[in-house]
């Protein structure tokens, strides 16, 4: 059974870097797939962040690329999500999902709500 | 404004079937069988209900299916049930540089 289970601070301070990190069991990353998050605002719909393929290779939602940075420690079985300058905009549920090929997302996390705050 | 449109909501009676639809550009959902759709209960993450436009996950009603004309896919629930009330979001890859594209969301209710 592939789980996923997201893990960071729950408050960051606006300006500041919000980092997750999403820790996979029942399969091994270096097997394949990619990798996605996808966050979602309070009451609102879902948004695609970005993925990584476990070689190492990312791509990410235009709108936050700027700012967005996914990497991936094989060995730790684990990925990551960095989102520089955060504002009140970015407060959400951020997920942790399996990809397979195209926008299919078969296995999440629970999800972990990160506030932005002072 | 999402890039997939999705009604904002539909409701239906226990054992009546809907249809909640999802409109995209023949650079996401017209161009290629990369459509799911998602359930989503209140708190809860999503779950994957439809992927390749028709295809169930194991385990997954086969009250539930998905099919594509066009630029619209369309998630069909039959024999409504109490437990179906959710929010449901469609997703599509695109050619864009987005690469994937999720629909606004349907809260269902089943009265």
């Known amino acids: 059974q592939v789980q996923l289970q997201e893990s960071g601070p729950g408050l960051v301070k606006p300006s500041e870097t919000l980092s997750l990190t999403c820790a996979v069991s029942?399969?091994?990353?270096?097997?394949?797939?990619?990798w996605g998050w996808i966050r979602q605002p309070p009451g609102k719909g879902l948004e695609w962040i970005g993925s990584i393929y476990h070689s190492g290779s990312t791509y990410y939602n235009p709108s936050l690329k700027s700012r967005v940075t996914i990497s991936v420690d094989t060995s730790k079985n684990q990925f990551s999500l960095k989102l520089s300058s955060v504002t009140a905009a970015d407060t959400a549920v951020y997920y942790c999902?399996?990809?397979?090929?195209?926008?299919?997302?078969?296995?999440w996390g629970q999800g972990t709500l990160v506030t932005v705050s002072s | 404004q999402s890039a997939l449109t999705q009604p904002a909501s539909v409701s239906g009676s226990p054992g009546q079937s809907i249809t909640i639809s999802c409109t995209g550009t023949s650079s996401d959902v017209g161009g290629y069988n990369y459509v799911s759709w998602y359930q989503q209960h209140p708190g809860k993450a999503p779950k994957l209900m439809i992927y390749d436009v028709s295809n169930r996950p194991s385990g997954v009603s086969n009250r539930f299916s998905g099919s594509k004309s066009g630029n619209t896919a369309s998630l069909t629930i039959s024999g409504l049930q109490a437990e179906d009330e959710a929010d449901y979001y469609c997703?599509?890859?695109?050619?864009?540089?987005?690469?994937?594209?999720f629909g606004g969301g349907t809260k269902l209710t089943v009265l």
């Open positions: 999902a399996r990809q397979k090929v195209g926008a299919d997302f078969d296995y």
């Open positions: 029942g399969y091994s990353i270096s097997s394949g797939y990619y």
């Open positions: 997703s599509s890859y695109t050619s864009s540089s987005t690469y994937v594209v």
